[in-house]
Nanobody, 129 residues
Framework: QLQVVESGGGLVQPGRSLSVSCLAS????????IGWFRQAPGKEREGVSC????????DYADSVKGRFAISRDNSKNTVYLQMNSLKPEDTAVYYC??????????????????????WGQGTQVTVSS
């Protein structure tokens, strides 16, 4: 069974960059689409970005477009989220999630939490001066 673990969170100043990673084990990541979600205190969990199993398609929430970049290295069973020009409102626990989806592209479904079967425990990202 697939397991995913996030890492790389921390405290960063506004305007700076941070990268978080999602490492998979228990199965090859080649067949899974990976989504990044975040949840701030008192708010619902929201979709940040998603990448297809092949890495050919991806999508982003409007709030992070142009600032965040998702990528994957299937040989390392790892998906990355590069976060640039961070803002205080990006402060949240960031989760990666996986769904078995070996042939499809990323489209509107990716923001729905119930589409994903495997979730990590999350990593805290705090943007503050």
């Amino acid at each position: 069974q697939l397991q995913v673990v996030e890492s790389g969170g921390g405290l960063v100043q506004p305007g700076r960059s941070l990268s978080v990673s999602c490492l998979a084990s228990g199965d090859t990541l080649d067949y899974y689409a990976i989504g990044w979600f975040r949840q701030a205190p008192g708010k619902e969990r929201e979709g940040v970005s998603c990448i297809s199993s092949s890495g050919e398609t991806s999508d982003y929430a409007d709030s992070v477009k142009g600032r965040f970049a998702i990528s994957r290295d299937n040989s390392k069973n790892t998906v990355y989220l590069q976060m640039n020009s961070l803002k205080p409102e990006d402060t949240a626990v960031y989760y990666c999630a996986a769904v078995y989806f070996p042939w499809g592209e990323v489209n509107d479904w990716w923001t729905r939490i119930d589409e994903y079967d495997y979730w990590g425990q999350g990593t805290q990202v705090t943007v503050s001066s």
